[in-house]
């Protein structure tokens, strides 16, 4: 009974913490079902495992080849199980197993040269978890994993969510590189090593190799994720440029029509002068109409949005592009003035940049802004260069590097935004059409759907 409990709860002790670091890295949305459940799922199946671990052993002469053999097919399992549970791309769920296999090697190493410095009186039992082996595989898993959770894990799982696939090359060759590394290293010691094979120099040798280990991983995640952080405030800080330009525009333009409007004061009263009525008249009912078509665009209930949507519609009529609005929200909306004018500027701006490159009879623009529920729909869609579709709507980062690399600094901005009003923002190119979708939900609400 004894051989079958301490084989049982080692193979389980040694198992499950390897196991569980699969998962861990991942936020709760990576998974096909809810972690929580995966997790007891998983340590109920390496619970199932453990109880049927020792009774092949109870018939097999060669004790540690079947219970090697067993491990092996006991992780091959988990790893059958892991990869289609986490919705993640296939280069962060390696990148996962990697540091998974270097917590299991590093317990195996460590508890087999432990064996080496405790008296031989304690050598009792048999199969490959003799009492002796299944203690020193909790005492070691009690005071690694700890170390683990906070030096690898931590910085790992922020690695995980900020980083995007594409820019995850050089850290995955360097995980990769350097956990292979590390067990051939110890592969190493243990052929080469000095005798006896655990000598306390091989101890030192071995931990120094796990603390060294510990601080790549550590120091690579780390620093990834500080160069994303510092290249993202320097695109932020490159947008901001560009509002402050826009505003300091928008003063000029300001004072310009300060200067338009006295011109037409003067032309007015040098005909009073004249004492031509008509004349008076046909001019007042001209700029009339200007001043008319200028407050038609006020009928959103948002001052802000009127504003931006105004000036840029001005600028597209200036482009003689064929305009097409639709702007109500009945009131003023709960987003600050900052973020809508920057998310509007960005589209519309872009929009505008896009027309201009075309031929006159192909500038098309189209502006919908409109309140549904609590939630704020934009589509903004104008013609564009024909180029490469994007197929069907996708994220900013699809339109940044190469000629897009502009529009892709402005669509971060807008993604950003979306983001903040716990909405989302979405972007296509399809048959010499753009497209931007913003869905914005200023009060955490659920929001609807943008066609």
């Known amino acids: 009974m004894s051989f079958y409990l301490s084989n049982a709860l080692g193979f389980f002790i040694q198992l499950t913490p390897c196991a569980v670091l699969l998962f861990l890295p991942f936020p709760e949305e990576s998974f096909r079902a809810a972690r929580r459940h995966i997790l ?90 003799p009492p002796l082996t299944t203690l020193l595989y909790a005492v070691s898993a009690a005071v690694t994993l700890p170390v683990m959770r906070r030096c690898v894990l931590r910085p790992l799982r922020d690695f995980l969510r900020e980083m995007e696939t594409g820019e995850m090359r050089r850290e995955f060759a360097i995980a990769i590189i ?10 190493a010691i243990y ?32 620093e990834s994720l500080r160069r994303k952080r510092d290249s993202e405030r320097q695109r932020a800080l490159e947008i901001q440029k560009l509002q402050y330009d826009k505003i300091s525009q928008e003063m000029e333009n300001t004072r310009r029509l300060r200067h338009d409007l006295r011109h037409h004061m003067n032309v007015l009263g040098a005909l009073n002068a004249q004492g031509k009525q008509a004349e008076i008249a046909a001019y007042l009912k001209e700029y009339g109409a200007v001043v008319e078509r200028l407050d038609q665009l006020k009928f959103s209930g948002d001052p802000v949005v009127d504003g931006v949507v105004g000036y840029y519609l001005a600028w597209a009529e200036d482009l003689s592009a064929r305009v097409e609005y639709d702007v109500a929200l009945g009131a003023v909306s709960a987003v600050e003035a900052t973020d809508m004018t920057v998310l509007l500027g960005n589209c519309l701006e872009n929009s505008l940049a896009a027309l201009a490159r075309l031929p006159e009879e192909r500038r098309r623009l189209s502006v919908e802004v409109r309140s549904v ?30 000629e897009d690399d ?10 950003a935004i979306a983001e903040k009003y716990h909405g989302s923002a979405l972007f296509q190119r399809q048959e010499g059409v753009f497209t931007a979708r913003v869905i914005l939900n200023p009060k955490g609400g659920a929001g609807a759907g943008a066609n």
Not at 194 to 207: A, D, F, G, K, R
């Open 373 to 402: 529920n609590a939630a704020i729909l934009i589509r903004i869609r104008n013609t564009c260069a024909e180029r490469d579709d994007t197929g069907a709507p996708t994220d900013w980062a699809a339109f940044a590097g190469g």
């Open 178 to 187: 350097s956990t292979t590394g590390f067990i051939a290293a110890l592969m």
């Open 40 to 129: 007891l799922g998983l340590v109920a199946g390496a619970a199932a495992l453990s109880a049927l671990f020792p009774l092949p052993l109870l018939l097999a002469p060669d004790l540690d080849a079947l219970g090697n053999f067993e491990m092996l097919a006991a992780m091959a399992l988990t790893l059958a199980v892991y990869f289609p549970l986490v919705r993640e791309a296939a280069v962060k769920k390696i990148l996962a197993f990697f540091i998974a296999l270097f917590y299991a090697v590093t317990q195996f190493w460590l508890v087999n040269a432990a064996w080496n410095f405790l008296p031989p009186e304690l050598y009792w039992g048999a199969g490959p978890y």
């Open 191 to 222: 052929i080469f090593g000095p005798y006896p094979q655990y000598h306390i120099t091989t101890m030192l040798m071995e931990l120094l190799l796990f603390v060294e280990q510990m601080m790549i991983y550590w120091l690579l995640f780390q």
């Open 406 to 415: 502009l529009r892709g600094v402005g669509l971060s901005s807008v993604s």
